[in-house]
Every structure is written in C-alpha cells, then in structure tokens.
C-alpha cells in the first residue's frame, strides 16, 4: 500500500464537476490513502468527475469505481489526458491552466506564467499596453464583438480624476459556462486581466459583477481577491452579486444594478467608455475579454493576432452544450466551422437521435438547422447568415424539439426578464407569447371588441388566417429588433424568426417549405 | 429586527452602491424585504421609500413575503430543455413543502437538467434522482 499512499490524484473542484459528483469522488481517493489535489476542470463534462493520477484520465467515476482504478483494471481509463483528442485539438490561450493548477494557489499561477502580463504592461505604460490589446485584435467576447484596444483608448483618454474597469460576468446566457470555469477555475488570470485594463485606462477602482446564481464563482473570486490584493495594488477590486435579473447582463443595465438601481437600460450615448459607473468613464468587458488580455501581453499581440479568421483573431473558447455526447469547453481559433464543432468535436447528440437544431450564442442567438454547418465560427459570416456567435455557446437539439415552442421560449424569456424600459421589448414580448400561442393552437383570431366598434370603420371586421398572424409575427419581430433599446428586445427575434425560416411546418406552414434539416 | 436592520445598513454604508449588498442581506437574514426594512432602508441611505421598493420589486432574487419552505432551484434555461427538463418539470406531482423554483441557467449546461439546492448544484437529474432530491427537502 506504501504506493498508493503517496498516490497523488486530481480532481476538479468547479461548481459542474461537483454537481456531477466530484466530492464524493475525491472523499473515495482520500478514504483510500491517495493525496487529492482539488485543481481546475479540463471542460470535456462528459467525462466528470474526471480523475487524474499521472497525467492518466479516468471518468466518469463513481466513487465505487476507485478500487477499479487504484488496481490499474478501470474501463474508464482514457489515456493521457493531454493526448485525449477533444484537448489535443484545442488551442488554448484563455484556457491553457485548466485542469493543471488549484484555482486558488498564487504558487501555481504564478508558476505557470502567471502576473507576467502585467508584469510587462508595467513596463510597457498604459500607452503601449493598449496599443499591444488593440494590435491583437482582441475584440468583446460579451457578444457585440466591439474591439477591445478601441474601448479601452475611449477610457483612457476621457479626463476624470476616477475611473472604472467593471467585469461583466452576469453569465446568464443557456449553453455558457466559460466565465463560470475562468472564475471557478482560475480567478487570478482574470483579476490580472482587470488589473493591466485599470493600468492601462487609468483606474484605481475595480468590479466583478457575478450573478447569484454562480455561489462557487463568487466565493473563489472574493478569496482570489483577498489573496492577489497585495499583487495588483493600487488597484482595488470588489466582488458584486447580481440578483437574478438576466438584463443586467447588458452594460448599462449592470451598471444602474451596481450603483444600487433597478436593472433598467440606459440609452447610448453617451457610452459607458465616458460616462459609466457613477458618471464616471468606465471600462466594461466581459470576463473572456478580459481573461485574454494578460496572454496578449505576455506572448505579444502578434502571436495573438496570428490564430483567427478574416477580422475575428485569437481564440474562442466554444461551449458545447444542450443535448450533445461531448459536451464541455473547446478553446479553438475563429475559423472552425459549427459542423465539425456539433459532429466531430461534440459527436452529435447525447441522444443518439439526428441533430435537428443548434441554437448558438444563447437565448437570443439563431437556431440553425444541419443546413447551416458550413459556417465558419466568425462574427461577420454569422452575422450574414442572420445569427450571432453571443458568447459563443451552442445549445444542441435532437430531432424530437419543437421549434414553435422554441420560438415561444423566446418570447416568453424576454417577457419575464425584460428591464420594462422600452415599448417594443416589453409589450412586443408579451404580444409574441400570446401570436405564437394563437399560431400553435391554429387557433386564429376574431376581431377585437374595439375592432368592431361602429367608429373603426378601417379595422377589419373578420378573422384572420394563419399566413396572416405568421406576417403579423414577422411585423412584431421587425419592430422590437429596430426598435427596442438593447440586445434583449433587440435580439430576441433571432431566435423567433429563425426557427419561423427554417422550421416553417412547426408553425403549422405544411407544405410552404421543404424541411431545411438533413 | 430594527436593530439588526440598522446593523445591516451601517456595515455597507460606506460602499459605494450599497443598497443591492444591503438587500442581499436582509434577504438572507429574514426570507424577505418587508414595507418596514424598507422603509428604514430608504431612510438609512436617505432614499425615497418609492425608489427602494422600485429596485426590491425588480430583482427576482429580492422577495415581499417570506416563504419558510426550502427551495429547489430548477434550471429550465434552452439548454436542460434540449436534455429533457420540461419532461422532469411536468412529471414533478405539486409540491407545497418544497418551492420548486425556476432559474435560467446555472451555468452546467453540458451536463443538465440541474438544480442548486442550498448553494450545492447538482447534475444529470432524471426523474429519480429530481424525487430524491425533492424527497430530502420535504
């Protein structure tokens, strides 16, 4: 037994390896005499909870699977985990620590290249710090894709004796997970990313506005601040809890949460960049953004610059989700198309079923049927083919979804989360759940008591028929995407729509168009 | 309660933005925000009791009413529908020891339908286990 004494083993300690068992996992090692190290999670989730023993792979285990393991008979060996072909054809930047270091030892972070971004943005000055982020062409990974160096130079060029760099990390998009496992797994990078951005703009005062529905991200975040104080100082950084209202994941809106207000939109201009945060000029970015930033600086723009796809560079890191074999986190260059990411990299669906839809960039990014796989991951082709790439996850479908019910998903999220500050979002939504209930039901529509009022002469007076309430669906989507204020009311129609082209017999449209699937 | 109301607004009064940490703990101490923490909240951060009542009906986190049932929070978010959370959802029987509430997303999205239960998340829920879960709360 001396050998399995001094047996080191790894287990993940992220909020979804615990979820799928790690604790107990990792309490069956210890029960057995291994020394657990309690690290970051690689992202393949279908493995977890995922255990490593010198660089060997096993998962996912039960804690009954131990004994298997300790003797060397375990079915679920995968091998070396960096060989394993799901990390071996990753690039990653953002996510190179993940699943080597204990999320919360400054030790190994700064083992493994850690502070040495900032290290050199020091050195640099904010000039050229920013000139460094905006040369790699790092650009917003919230979803609107703004570049990162152009935001930053705003900032830093507005006059103010205090200044804000907030981080974005109301992760509330389905199919996302990547700020979880950058917050959970490795908070220094990200407070380091926060720091040069403060440096760099001139700020002295920094926030990480985290969800409330991520308790392990808050608290490693506060202790990874607590013990990086001393490191970053002048910079000083707070954690700050949301309160369960999606739209604060929009700038302006999180901003009026964070000074203590109603979630509600702000209209633009004037930008956050000169009026953010108390008034102040504001550096807002998402924690991907910021996650890449202290790479950028050590490795330089150009190595950045040189992963990606026409004006998309550097790395994205994907999230598979939704009902996929392969779920988990997939850090690759832009470039890569949503085919080989859905098939080759997610092996289709955790069903076994065809795939019938994958929704990407969360509940207001596009469904796109198998027809659209030849898309390359590229905020400008998904743009063209009238979808986002958000945030960059992908939710999967198998061929038993409903996609009217999707679309009335969809309406029926931005009704219940709309902040209720302009029309189009907060009354179109509800109108929409209610046309696409009418549509679903093939129920149709009579005239109103105001439409047969003697005095509307105009207003017709019978019902109307289906093509005419799908039109009208068409009309409402029109008017919230052009004129609803943010991307909530604004995109929502992604979705609806979407599934309204490319799944028209859902809507009960039979024989107006050939399934587009398959 | 007044004093513990007062604790409460004194710890977070220097910070800038305080009212929302002040809401999260009055929250977590007594279930709920009631007309009178409120009131007292307005006059300890010199607020309009309109306006701290304007952001306590806004976020879903903040509640008027106590409710001492414990709480189940289901994601029912695109990705656990696409892994078959509404089937789970509809076959749950009604529950009135235990409030099963709905979230979008808990962030495990590759390994849902999922829950958080007391700040502990779980994962890959089928009826059985969602039942057991529900089960050890009653």
């Known amino acids: 037994m001396t050998a399995q004494e001094t047996l080191g083993v790894r287990i993940s300690d992220d909020a979804l390896a615990i979820a799928c068992g790690a604790d107990d996992v990792a309490a069956a090692f210890a029960r057995a005499g291994c020394t657990v190290e309690r690290v970051s999670s690689w992202g393949m989730h279908w493995l977890e909870p995922l255990a490593e023993i010198d660089g060997m792979g096993f998962g996912p285990l039960e804690p009954d699977d131990i004994a298997a393991v300790l003797a060397g008979t375990s079915p679920k060996a995968i091998g070396r985990i960096e060989d394993h072909p799901f990390i071996a054809r990753q690039q990653r930047f953002t996510f190179a620590r993940a699943g080597k270091t204990r999320p919360l030892s400054l030790d190994d972070y700064a083992a493994t290249g850690g502070w040495q971004g900032l290290e050199k943005a020091r050195l640099l000055g904010p000039e050229a710090t920013i000139a460094e982020v905006t040369q790699s062409g790092l650009r917003g990974r919230g979803g609107a894709g703004f570049p990162a160096g152009i935001k930053w130079t705003t900032v830093a060029r507005a006059g103010a004796a205090q200044k804000y760099v907030v981080c974005n990390a109301d992760e509330g998009d389905s199919a996302t997970f990547a700020d979880r496992m950058v917050m959970e797994g490795d908070p220094f990078m990200l407070i380091e990313g926060m720091a040069i951005a403060a440096l760099a703009v001139g700020a002295t005062r920094g926030y990480v506005y985290i969800r409330s529905e991520y308790p392990h991200a808050i608290a490693k975040m506060q202790a990874a601040i607590r013990a990086s104080a001393h490191l970053v100082q002048p910079f000083v950084l707070e954690v700050r809890v949301g309160a369960g209202a999606y739209v604060c994941g929009e700038e302006t809106s999180l901003l009026n949460s964070l000074e203590g207000k109603r979630g509600e939109v702000r209209a633009k201009p004037p930008l956050p960049a000169l009026e953010g945060l108390f008034g102040k000029p504001t550096v807002v970015n998402n924690v991907l953004t910021l996650a890449a930033v202290p790479w950028i600086l050590a490795n330089g723009a150009q190595a950045y610059a040189d992963v990606g796809f026409g004006r998309s560079r550097g790395t994205m890191p994907v999230q598979l989700a939704g009902n996929v074999r392969h779920g988990g986190l997939f850090e690759v260059g832009f470039g890569i198309t949503l085919g080989e990411l859905v098939n080759e990299i997610g092996g289709g669906t955790a069903s076994g079923r065809p795939v019938r839809a994958v929704q990407v960039g969360g509940p207001l990014g596009a469904y796109h049927p198998p027809a659209d796989f030849h898309l390359p991951f590229d905020y400008e082709a998904f743009a063209a083919a009238d979808g986002l790439i958000g945030h960059a996850g992908l939710t999967v479908f198998d061929d038993s979804a409903d996609m009217s019910a999707q679309a009335r998903f969809a309406m029926s999220f931005c009704a219940a989360e709309s902040c209720g500050k302009c029309t189009p979002c907060r009354i179109g939504s509800t109108r929409g759940v209610e046309l696409i209930d009418r549509i679903r039901a093939r129920s149709g529509r009579g005239a109103d008591r105001v439409e047969t009022l003697p005095q509307m002469h105009n207003a017709r007076k019978g019902p109307r028929s289906l093509a005419e309430e799908i039109t009208l669906l068409e009309d409402l989507c029109e008017t919230m995407k052009f004129g609803s204020l943010c991307a909530l009311g604004g995109f929502t129609p992604y979705p609806v729509l979407s599934a309204l082209k490319h799944w028209p017999q859902d809507f009960g449209a039979a024989g107006q168009a050939q399934e587009a699937a398959e | ?138």
């Open chain 2, 1 to 138: 309660m007044m004093e513990r109301l007062n604790q409460i607004i004194a710890a977070h009064a220097g910070r800038e933005g305080p009212l929302l940490p002040i809401l999260h703990d009055v929250q977590a101490e007594f279930g709920h925000v009631s007309e009178d923490a409120i009131r007292q909240i307005a006059q300890g951060l010199n607020l309009s009791r309109a306006e701290v009542h304007g952001v306590v009906s806004f976020y879903h986190d903040f509640h008027d009413h106590a409710d001492p049932r414990p709480v189940l929070k289901l994601c029912r978010a695109e990705a656990c529908q696409a892994r078959g959370v509404e089937a789970l959802a509809a076959a749950l029987p009604a529950q009135d020891r235990v409030k099963v509430e709905t979230v979008y997303c808990l962030g495990l999205c590759s390994v849902g339908p999922s829950a958080l239960v007391d700040g502990k998340p779980h994962a890959r829920l089928n009826s059985a286990k969602l039942n057991a879960l529900v089960e050890a709360l009653a």
